[in-house]
């Protein structure tokens, strides 16, 4: 690609690169005879003007960067499909980067977005991620930023997420009320937030209803990919013939499990219960349909653009943004997967 | 978000500006000490060099922009995924922004990536793009450039493909094998050349099997989703009860006629087969598993990248590159829901 500079630009017009730059700025004081020259010449050249000059002087790129960790969960193609939308009625293009879960490509994506200066920034962290230095460098720049569904809690920013701790509770409370007793936990890797909240509410629910908790019972899907809901539905069947609930991470393994089960008849509902995470559109599809907790991915678009777009007028305005977090609700869904059959 | 220049850096050490500049890219001809001072100094004010000027000194970017129509159908979340594994091992950083079918989105996404001197740009094009404007100037910019899976014939760039024709006529011939005589196609919308193909690909498989072709059988996809595979489901059988067989454009609207045909008690294989197209991992886990063509989404990221590397050392070494099309091998997937059943 050959750069074409200003300069080249004024040399083959004979005039000084000031009365380019000006032309192509559409100022006032350039005849409108040679801003036409100059623009033609631009155009024949395909002269690009430096997008960071052109920001330095608007003080917006009208860019997001949205950094997420995979796209094989519709949970985030849902999401990016709704930011997409509020940002296009608000004049603003999208960058996705993705992750992949690994927390030094989530470093040098935020590097680069700082380094091409987008306006904002939206992040749902990768499994291996904190409130790491990259997350800090954004605070300290200022730059609006939003979290959302894979947070960090001690990142002083606006967050947008469910209780993913209650929603996980009534999704095993469910299992409990349609006579479960032995609940096996197919749960997420140990570092992010949401596996351990989810976690935590399987606990708690348990607690609830005075079922022993047991830690041979939870398996840890380190990729929480449908495959690895084959292989442990076939390890519990294996381990604990006489488990009669399951409720996993997310729909994805929860599909993996039915898939299994079906191949091997072992009925659900009436042998073993299951209930996912998330409401894919897909688990309606199955039989038996999936059972599921319901998370809002469209509205926790809307909202974290809302909350971006707040905070860039506060920028605009002067005026003072404190950062809040936003808790959106779930709701448990029941379909044939979990219910009592006689 | 406050911009510290490296004008603010010289006043505030009492040097000049071109001894900023110099220290910050380690020119020989300044003292340890005094760009040990800017550095620091740079580092706590947060000062970000300016990318446009990195660019021009090394050339490169290090960025790969991709424009994809959507992430809903896990094909390009694979081709996504392949692409983004290739780009790191080589060390490049992909920026991914999705068209939503939209050619006045890929013209502004287009133009983004010009702007932000990305060194190399992947199309998989929009249902309504063509070889329009936008393309146009990526090619007469010479910026390495790669088409994926939806391309335009017309452009003059390096392309990589399947052969939809006969990959669709491949799958039409398998049902006519399998005793399928009134077939009809849930065909993409008008634009897409792969859309094209594989309705040509049907035409041409009921020509060499003297099945008479009705138009009245071709139903047009608009957004190529589940839900049009449930109303389509329904109509076809409302207006030919005795349909034995359906071509859908793509898994997932296949998936939808599955779950149509599943909740109203349509025998399938028995009364009606089915065959979709891409080999989603989903159209294994249904009831009854769904036959298919597989699509190499993997093959078709590395490939892409690939191309793209050798096009880009092309130009490092200033040798010449002719843009070449690659096509990759496709293959009918047999399954039960397409399968006879006496």
Chains 1, 2 share one sequence.
């Not at 519709?74 to 709704?82: D, E, G, L, M, T």
Request: glycine share 4%.
């Amino acid at each position: 690609m050959k750069d074409i500079t200003l300069k080249e630009i004024a040399t083959k017009l004979g005039i000084s690169i000031t009365t380019v730059s000006k032309a192509l700025k559409d100022y006032p004081d350039v005849s409108e005879k040679t801003k036409k020259a100059v623009t033609a010449l631009a155009q024949e050249l395909h002269y690009t003007p430096n997008s960071f000059a052109v920001n330095l002087r608007t003080k917006e790129s009208k860019t997001i960067g949205l950094i997420i960790p995979e796209v094989m969960h519709h949970f985030f193609s849902n999401v990016i499909n709704a930011i997409i939308d509020e940002a296009e009625k608000n004049g603003y293009l999208v960058i996705i980067l993705q992750s992949n879960e690994s927390l030094s490509l989530e470093k040098k994506q935020v590097e680069l977005l700082i380094n091409k200066r987008v306006d904002v920034i939206l992040i749902s962290l990768s499994n291996e991620s904190n409130n790491d230095e990259h997350i800090q460098e954004i605070i300290n720049r200022n730059i609006p930023f939003v979290m959302f569904d894979k947070i960090s809690k001690l990142s002083k920013c606006s967050k947008v997420v469910i209780d993913d701790q209650k929603a996980a509770f009534n999704a095993v409370q469910h299992l409990i009320d349609n006579g479960c007793r032995k609940i096996a936990h197919l749960r997420g890797p140990l570092n992010p937030q949401n596996s351990i909240d989810r976690y935590i509410g399987y606990k708690k629910a348990l607690e609830k209803n005075n079922i022993p908790y047991d830690s041979k019972l939870v398996y840890t899907c380190e990729n929480v990919t449908f495959q690895e809901g084959i292989d442990y539905a076939k390890q519990v069947m294996e381990e604990h013939p006489d488990v009669d609930g399951i409720f996993a991470i997310t729909d994805l393994v929860a599909v993996g499990v039915l898939s299994y089960f079906n191949d091997h008849q072992i009925k659900v509902p009436e042998q073993v219960k299951i209930i996912g995470f998330s409401n894919w559109f897909m688990s309606q599809v199955l039989t038996p349909k999936l059972s599921t907790v319901d998370q809002p991915s469209n509205e926790m678009g809307i909202t974290s653009f809302n909350l971006l777009l707040e905070e860039m007028n506060c920028h605009k305005n002067e005026t003072e943004f404190t950062p809040r977090t936003v808790e959106l609700q779930t709701k448990v869904i029941i379909r044939e997967s979990s219910i009592k059959k006689e």
